[in-house]
């Protein structure tokens, strides 16, 4: 039974601090009548994402905070005290029995507020290195949910509040429904032959995209079938007419954008992609083996220290983006292809560290606290 029946949910700025809230928002909604408010920015991209869902939605006005002495941290500082108190009369107003943060600036005013309020929370964190604002969190909050093991030590003397649960995102994923003939109906492909997926997630990376198109000439000689998703800006860069040509292949697609993912995934053989922490949530739920080429410009490096965490229990290869070229990517993922029984243990192991219950964990815990 669940308790929880008003909820403030906060996370923001990028997908991977919004998805996570909304896969727990699904649960929540599927299994009772529950109230949710979900504060963020109106700058971040939950302005648009949130409402979308259906979710009533307010804004606070906060930004992150400058590496270095400067103006913009002092009005930082002002923005932080308006925003508290802003943050403060909206969770007064809604009543909620909880507020649980999924990560970015905005969770800083809101959890803060629900904390001065005495109002139980939760922070979210979804990357192997902990976000400047959940470990600033950490010492007002009530429970520090993580994804990585990794993560756990990286809280100093709240490290008694955290509590393994995943990302909500793993068990949303494998809920999603397999498409038998989804490689022919969607790529016109061949749903039986192996196939491999490279993409640089939903707005694409120009090095995975340049790598990828730098070997088209041994992707069309290959035994086995490529998808390239180059992101949708990405795509419009393309020769048109190259892209047409190489779509009529037999065994080569081109595409600007994946909306269903989690279902092209399930007829995906290994997959070539960055290291954020929702997609190896999915890849792990599903028990995927990937070849991971981390992004080197997110803060801490924390795209490699998540990539390091599957290779490191083989459930995946990592290549750096300083390393990267079309003949390393081909040679990396031949390599794997023409091998399917090292395939098929990178996935099992890829598969054994994937939480696919996180949702249910983290409501078990909210249950627990109100």
């Known amino acids: 039974m669940n308790k929880v029946k008003r909820i403030v949910l906060s996370g923001g700025g990028t997908g991977g601090h919004i ?19 979900y504060i963020g920015t109106q700058r971040g991209l939950e302005s648009k994402i949130v409402p979308r869902a259906g979710i009533p ?15 913009d941290n002092l009005k930082l500082i002002f923005k932080m005290f308006h925003s508290t108190h802003k943050a403060k009369q909206m969770i007064r107003d809604f009543q909620p029995d909880i507020v649980l943060g999924t990560g970015g600036y905005v969770c800083g005013p809101v959890l803060l507020a629900a904390s001065m309020l005495k109002v139980p929370t939760i922070i979210h964190e979804q990357n192997s290195v902990a976000g400047i604002t959940n470990k ?8 520090i949910a993580v994804c990585f093991e990794e993560a756990s030590h990286q809280f100093g003397k709240n490290q008694n509040k955290v509590v393994l649960t995943g990302n909500p995102r793993g068990q949303e994923v ?27 997630g939903s707005r694409g990376a120009p090095a995975i995209n340049q790598a990828g198109i730098e070997s088209l000439d041994k992707w069309l000689s290959a035994n086995y079938q490529v998808i390239i998703a180059t992101g949708q800006n990405h795509f ?40 954020g922490a929702t997609t190896l949530t999915e890849l792990t ?35 750096k983006e300083s390393k990267l070229s079309g003949q390393s990517l081909y040679q990396e993922v ?37």
């Not at 950490?138 to 429970?143: D, I, L, P, Q, T």
């Not at 031949?334 to 949702?359: C, F, N, R, Y």
């Open 285 to 319: 739920a599903l028990g995927l083996p990937s070849i991971l080429i981390p992004s080197p410009y997110v803060t801490d490096n924390h795209q490699e220290h998540n990539a390091l965490s599957l290779v490191n229990n083989k459930a995946a290869v990592m290549i």
């Open 136 to 143: 600033f969190l950490a010492r007002f909050v009530n429970k």
């Open 57 to 71: 939605f307010k804004a606070v006005e906060i930004t992150g905070l400058k590496r270095s002495i400067s103006l």
């Open 174 to 200: 494998i809920s999603t429904p397999a498409m038998p003939h989804c490689l022919s109906e969607q790529f016109e492909l061949k749903d039986n032959q192996p196939t491999v997926l490279i993409f640089g």
């Open 334 to 370: 031949s390599q794997l292809m023409v091998a399917p029984e090292d395939l098929k243990v990178m996935g099992q192991a890829a598969k054994s560290m994937g939480i696919t219950d996180a949702s249910d964990r983290i409501i078990q815990m909210m249950n627990e606290m109100v």
């Open 236 to 275: 419009q860069e393309l020769n048109e007419e190259m892209v047409e040509e190489i779509n009529q292949s037999n065994n080569v697609r081109i595409v600007p954008y994946i909306d269903n993912m989690p279902s092209v995934f399930q007829a995906i053989n290994l997959v070539v992609c960055r290291a």
């Open 19 to 37: 998805y996570p809230a909304l896969a727990l928002y699904r649960v929540l909604k599927e299994r009772s009548d529950v109230e949710v408010l």
